[in-house]
């Protein structure tokens, strides 16, 4: 790692990790700076927008920690503290494994996250000189959002300080109506699977202001007229049931517009950074301390079920025993 703790690429898990070392067990610490995991649909500027929120960040003369967690990119425009890069090599993972771009990504993330703990231990020991951590993941977004190393990574950051996830959309793909539905249904997918607080970043406004995204979400009429304009069949017909069907998650929903090209909005994505941690204070520790306290009674819960099917063996064994034992000595005495 940058600040290098170099788990070595030269053996392959066999799987993904299931289990994190880097799970902090003595529960998170509201006090620490938040850390930001930036996620998106390829292409949609994730790390255009880290770039600019670290040169803002940088121009307040607050610079934030920065990590990157995308093993493919070429090359990283912002000063990165940790880099996934300068512990596995994303080629060498791809030939000596004989994977794809895919499969190589996904190896390279289980490689790092089987020492995320190294990492949590830096973003801690920073967390009162910077005022955030900002994260950037792999371009193909379910690479980090659907593997076992983006869960496992994301809930030791949930699980040692205030996390929030910024979801950033391309504006100027989600003026088709479909597109914008996609990002709808992957931001409310991420949100019910993280259950961490969380906001929409609407990049790209240079190009195309994304007031028009805000008005479907809070007016069903306006979205059903765009549909009607794209004229789209049953794929439109399903986005109108959708549309209803998310009508709950748009409603909680934080949003903010921004262009990471001109640097518009970073100022308000500050704000819903530090809103969102004070959800995740409010919130999230409850709810997480509720999830661990669930989990704590279950395994007490299997080890005991496992020690009374272990003692019950022993006594069918004990039973079995002095039978054998009575017919060895009925055998004698004849
Ligand atoms: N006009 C404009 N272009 C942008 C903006 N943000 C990003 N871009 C452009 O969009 C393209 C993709 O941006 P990236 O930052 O590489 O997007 P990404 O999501 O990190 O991409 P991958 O990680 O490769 O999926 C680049 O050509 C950027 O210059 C923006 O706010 N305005």
């Known amino acids: 790692?940058?600040?290098?703790?170099?788990?070595?690429?030269?053996?392959?898990?066999?799987?993904?990790?299931?289990?994190?070392?880097?799970?902090?067990?003595?529960?998170?610490?509201?006090?620490?700076?938040?850390?930001?995991i930036v996620l998106g649909m390829a292409g949609?500027?994730?790390?255009?927008?880290?770039?600019?929120?670290?040169?803002?960040?940088?121009?307040?003369?607050t610079p934030p920690y920065v990590v990157n967690l995308d093993p493919a990119v070429r090359k990283v425009p912002y000063p990165v503290n940790i880099d996934i890069r300068d512990t596995v090599k994303y080629k060498q993972v791809m030939t000596e494994y004989g994977l794809g771009p895919n499969g190589?990504?996904?190896?390279?993330?289980?490689?790092?996250?089987?020492?995320?703990?190294?990492?949590?231990?830096?973003?801690?020991?920073?967390?009162?000189?910077?005022?955030?951590?900002?994260?950037?993941?792999?371009?193909?977004?379910?690479?980090?959002?659907?593997?076992?190393?983006?869960?496992?990574?994301?809930?030791?950051?949930?699980?040692?300080?205030?996390?929030?996830?910024v979801y950033v959309c391309d504006s100027a793909r989600a003026t088709a109506p479909a597109t914008f539905m996609s990002n709808m249904l992957y931001a409310c997918s991420i949100l019910y699977?993280?259950?961490?607080?969380?906001f929409v970043v609407f990049n790209k406004a240079d190009i195309v202001r994304p007031t028009f995204a805000q008005r479907w979400m809070t007016d069903f009429e306006r979205?059903?007229?765009?549909?009607?304009?794209?004229?789209?069949?049953y794929s439109n017909d399903l986005a109108r049931s959708l549309s209803l069907v998310l009508d709950e998650f748009y409603g909680g929903l934080k949003t903010v517009i921004c262009s990471a090209l001109t640097g518009e909005g970073?100022?308000?994505?500050?704000?819903?950074i530090g809103e969102c941690s004070q959800q995740y204070r409010d919130q999230y520790i409850p709810l997480y301390a509720e999830i661990r306290a669930?989990?704590?009674?279950?395994?007490?819960?299997?080890?005991?079920?496992?020690?009374?099917?272990?003692?019950d063996d022993l006594t069918r064994d004990v039973q079995a025993l002095d039978i054998g034992t009575v017919r060895d000595s009925d055998d004698e005495s004849e």
Request: proline share 6%.
């Open 1 to 36: 790692m940058a600040e290098s703790a170099a788990p070595s690429s030269s053996k392959m898990p066999s799987e993904a990790p299931t289990s994190s070392s880097a799970t902090k067990s003595e529960g998170p610490d509201p006090n620490l700076a938040p850390s930001v």
């Open 44 to 61: 949609s500027g994730k790390t255009s927008f880290v770039q600019r929120l670290t040169a803002h960040l940088h121009a307040k003369k």
């Open 104 to 165: 190589a990504i996904l190896t390279s993330l289980n490689l790092f996250c089987t020492r995320f703990d190294q990492v949590i231990d830096l973003v801690r020991a920073r967390s009162s000189t910077v005022p955030l951590t900002i994260i950037d993941t792999p371009g193909q977004i379910e690479a980090f959002t659907w593997s076992a190393s983006g869960t496992i990574i994301t809930e030791a950051l949930a699980s040692s300080h205030p996390t929030v996830v």
């Open 193 to 198: 699977r993280t259950k961490l607080p969380f």
């Open 223 to 233: 979205f059903d007229e765009a549909l009607e304009d794209a004229r789209g069949g």
């Open 266 to 272: 970073m100022d308000e994505v500050l704000t819903a």
């Open 294 to 311: 669930k989990k704590a009674e279950e395994a007490a819960r299997k080890l005991k079920e496992e020690k009374d099917s272990k003692a």
